[in-house]
C-alpha cells in the first residue's frame, strides 16, 4: 500500500498555491486594464459627439452682410462661449428662421453646455460634458473654418493617472462659403 508523506502533501499544497495566485494576479490585471480603457472610451466618446455637434453646427452657420455668423469670448487661456448663427430652414439666408447657438464652457464646474436658442444671455442648455478641462476655439484671419481643441479628463480636478486618462482633440469645422453677389 502507498501512502502520501507529509512533505509530498506540503510539496502539492504549495504549488497549487503558486498556480492560484499567479491566476489571481492575471484576473486583477485584466480588471484594471479594462476598467482603464473602459474610462479613455467613455472620454473619446463624449469628446467626438462634442466635436459631432460643434461641425454640424458650423457647417449650416450663415452670416449676412457684414456681420461673421459665429463669435468667440475667451476667459482664462479657455474658451468660455462661441456663439454660431445656424441657418435652420436651410434656405441659405439669415431670416426670423434662423437660431444662434451657443457652446459654453464653465471651467469651475468642467461642463460644456450647448444653448440651442441662444439669446445673448444664458436660457436653457444641455450638457454636452462634465469632464472638459480645457476648451480652446480660434479662427485664422480670413478663412471659412474654426479650429478647436477639447481636453476631457475622466475626474477633472484629479491629474493624469492611469487610473484618470486624458483624451485630447484637435480639429476644425468648416462654414460653408456663401456669396451674396
Request: hydrophobic content about 40%; glycine content about 8%.
Amino acid at each position: 500500500m502507498k501512502a502520501f508523506t507529509l512533505i509530498e502533501l506540503i510539496l502539492v499544497v504549495m504549488i497549487l498555491g503558486v498556480v492560484a495566485l499567479t491566476a489571481a494576479n492575471f484576473e486583477l490585471f485584466g480588471r484594471f486594464e479594462v476598467n482603464d480603457i473602459d474610462r479613455a472610451s467613455r472620454l473619446q466618446n463624449d469628446v467626438y459627439l462634442i466635436a459631432a455637434s460643434l461641425c454640424k453646427d458650423l457647417n449650416s452657420a450663415l452670416g449676412s452682410s457684414g456681420e461673421w455668423p459665429l463669435a468667440i469670448s475667451a476667459s482664462g487661456g479657455n474658451t468660455s462661449l462661441v456663439t454660431i448663427w445656424v441657418d435652420y430652414n436651410k434656405n441659405g439666408v439669415r431670416d426670423g428662421s434662423d437660431r444662434q447657438v451657443a457652446y459654453g464652457y464653465d471651467s469651475t464646474t468642467h461642463q460644456l453646455r450647448k444653448y440651442d436658442n441662444y439669446s445673448g444671455s444664458p436660457g436653457t442648455y444641455a450638457i454636452l460634458s462634465r469632464k472638459v478641462v480645457s476648451f480652446v476655439c480660434t479662427v485664422p484671419a480670413s478663412v471659412n473654418y474654426m479650429n478647436f481643441s477639447i481636453v476631457a479628463r475622466y475626474d477633472p480636478v484629479s491629474g493624469v493617472s492611469t487610473n484618470n486618462p486624458e483624451v485630447s482633440l484637435f480639429s476644425s469645422g468648416n462654414m460653408p462659403s456663401v456669396s451674396l453677389n
